[in-house]
């Protein structure tokens, strides 16, 4: 089993930023991947970024390239969303998700274990 734990999210202005944080406990093996995705009111969830639990690669959604930064301190079991530069189209619930196998998409069926999700508001 594992659990997922978000914090973070908040009420910023536009050009502003956030870093949002991601508890990870349970059995999570060293070749997983963790993402971050995002849902806005009204919308599908959809991908944000993704990084390798094992070798640290990374993948970004087009939308959030260049302003949007994966990380994670292993030792930890901790996943980290910098974002900068943020924009009112950014206003999301985000949610942090365990892949479920050795890849790094961005489908949510590759995704068995979610948090939460905390709200990230910017406004113009």
């Known amino acids: 089993q594992v659990q997922l734990v978000e914090s973070g999210g908040g009420l910023v202005q536009a050009g502003g930023s956030l870093r949002l944080s991601c508890a990870a406990s349970?059995?999570?093996?060293?070749?997983?991947?963790m993402g971050w995705f995002r849902q806005a009111p009204g919308k599908e969830r959809e991908f944000v970024a993704a990084?390798?639990?094992?070798?640290?690669?990374?993948y970004y959604a087009e939308a959030v390239k260049g302003r949007f930064t994966i990380s994670r301190i292993k030792a930890q079991n901790t996943v980290y969303l910098q974002m900068n530069s943020l924009k009112p189209e950014d206003t999301a619930v985000y949610y942090c998700?365990?892949?479920?196998?050795?890849?790094?998409?961005?489908?949510?069926?590759?995704?068995?274990?979610w948090g939460q999700g905390t709200q990230v508001t910017v406004s113009s």
């Open positions: 349970g059995r999570i093996s060293s070749s997983t991947a």
């Open positions: 998700a365990k892949h479920r196998n050795y890849g790094m998409g961005s489908w949510t069926t590759e995704y068995d274990y």
């Open positions: 990084i390798s639990w094992s070798d640290l690669r990374t």
